[in-house]
């Protein structure tokens, strides 16, 4: 079954413990993303990435770091996570056409 | 930010009714895509169309694209309670490198 799985789905930290995000397609996409989404806010993309090793910030990078060593995995690195990244975080994969397959999702609280 | 706008926020209507749901967004595109988020769940692509096209159809629904006015329209018809959920539209850039979804609306579909 073609997907996109994202792991932890649910997740409290404490400030500045740093976490990892997996993110993990079987649909052989080049291009992957993440997005964060937070009430009235939308979602707002974070980092994409265009192929192995080639990474670009989105809108909103701050406090995130990304890696694309593989074609199939694209973590989320938040080095030294803070409140204010208490949100749900997506990640996706474009197929052909233009078409974003999305994850699950994660649910992060940062206290 | 080329962040696009949903029209309205919130919609509630009785089953059977048409549901229709409106996107503006602010710069070029090449295309633009309707997707669907039950609560809580990771999104499902419903439609794109091309910015060289004006309408397009899928079953019960129909998008159409002005881009004079830099605005598309979703309508579902025959609407059922299982679709019940939220709406978001995305477009990307001109080097469809980057997506950007709006903020989303809310619909309701009442038994």
């Known amino acids: ?111 | 930010s080329q962040q696009g706008e949903e029209d309205p926020q919130a919609l509630s209507i009785q089953e059977g009714e048409n549901a229709t749901m409106n996107c503006s967004y602010k710069t070029s595109i090449n295309n633009l895509q309707w997707y669907r988020q039950n609560s809580g769940r990771g999104l499902v692509h419903l439609i794109l169309i091309r910015s060289n096209e004006r309408e397009k159809h899928s079953g019960r629904l129909r998008v159409t694209l002005d881009t004079s006015k830099k605005s598309s329209s979703l309508l579902i018809t025959a609407s059922r309670a299982a679709d019940t959920a939220s709406y978001f539209c995305a477009t990307d850039e001109d080097t469809g490198n980057q997506f950007y979804f709006g903020t989303g609306t809310s619909l309701t579909v009442i038994p």
């Open chain 1, 1 to 111: 079954e073609a997907q996109v799985t994202q792991n932890p789905r649910y997740l409290i930290t404490v400030t500045g413990k740093k976490l990892t995000v997996t993110c993990s397609q079987n649909m052989n996409h080049e291009y992957m993303s993440w997005y964060r989404q937070d009430p009235g806010l939308g979602l707002r993309q974070i980092y994409y990435s265009m192929n192995v090793e080639v990474t670009d910030k989105g809108d909103v990078p701050e406090g995130y770091k990304v890696s694309r060593k593989e074609k199939r995995n694209f973590p989320l690195i938040l080095e030294s996570p803070s409140p204010n990244q208490t949100s749900l975080y997506f990640c996706a994969s474009r197929g052909s056409g233009n078409t974003i397959y999305f994850g699950e999702g994660s649910w992060l609280t940062v206290v």
